[in-house]
């Protein structure tokens, strides 16, 4: 087996961070990788920052990911994707929905959004923005923009699109399995 590998999955309260990293850590497990997961939750509940760490590896130490060493950032918003670049390794990869949610400092006034995020971003490091939500909202389901960006990531990832169909179909609620599946397959085309 390779070396431990880092993936981080941030966003805001309330967008299936949680949901996804347990997709993520059933496919290392079904792989046969020791896994550790972390989640560090803000305010989640409240629109507030989440992160979630998952690292698998032949023996994985600790569940937290250092700044310098994520082989993939998984951004549910574009000023998560900001706020967490730093812990991007130099040839590691953001997957980012091209979403703005405005968190709380700017909705009182006290600080303003960034502008042009992913073109910036992009300067420094190899990003992939996709509009997840437009993509969920055209499928009929708003709730599973998630699983559209974790498609587009397990591109990037050394997994079989099967395994991952068969952990999406084990971990989601049962009645959402086929929603899910096609926003796994809707997310795995994008990049093609």
């Known amino acids: 087996m390779a070396e431990t590998k880092n993936i981080m999955i941030v966003g805001v309260g309330g967008q ?7 997709i993520l850590g059933g496919i290392t497990v079904l792989a046969g990788y020791d896994v550790k997961l972390s989640e560090v939750h803000g305010m989640a509940q409240r629109g507030g920052s989440v992160v979630t760490y998952v690292r698998y590896g032949e023996n994985v130490a600790e569940p937290i990911v250092e700044e310098g060493q994520a082989d993939v950032l998984i951004a549910f918003e574009r000023l998560e994707a900001l706020r967490y670049s730093h812990f991007l390794k130099k040839d590691g990869v953001i997957i980012v929905n091209d979403q703005r949610i405005d968190p709380m400092p700017v909705v009182t006034g006290v600080a303003q959004y960034p502008d042009n995020i992913i073109e910036n971003l992009s300067k420094e490091h190899n990003v992939l923005a996709l509009d997840a939500m437009d993509e969920a909202i055209k499928m009929g389901n708003s709730r599973v923009f998630n699983v559209i960006i974790l498609g587009a990531a397990a591109k990037r990832m050394d997994f079989p699109k099967e395994q991952w169909i ?24 994008l990049f093609a």
């Open 16 to 22: 299936g961070t949680l949901l996804t990293s347990r």
């Open 166 to 189: 068969e952990v999406i179909k084990n971990t989601v609620p049962p009645k959402t399995v086929d929603i899910n599946v096609a926003a796994f397959e809707k997310g795995y085309e």
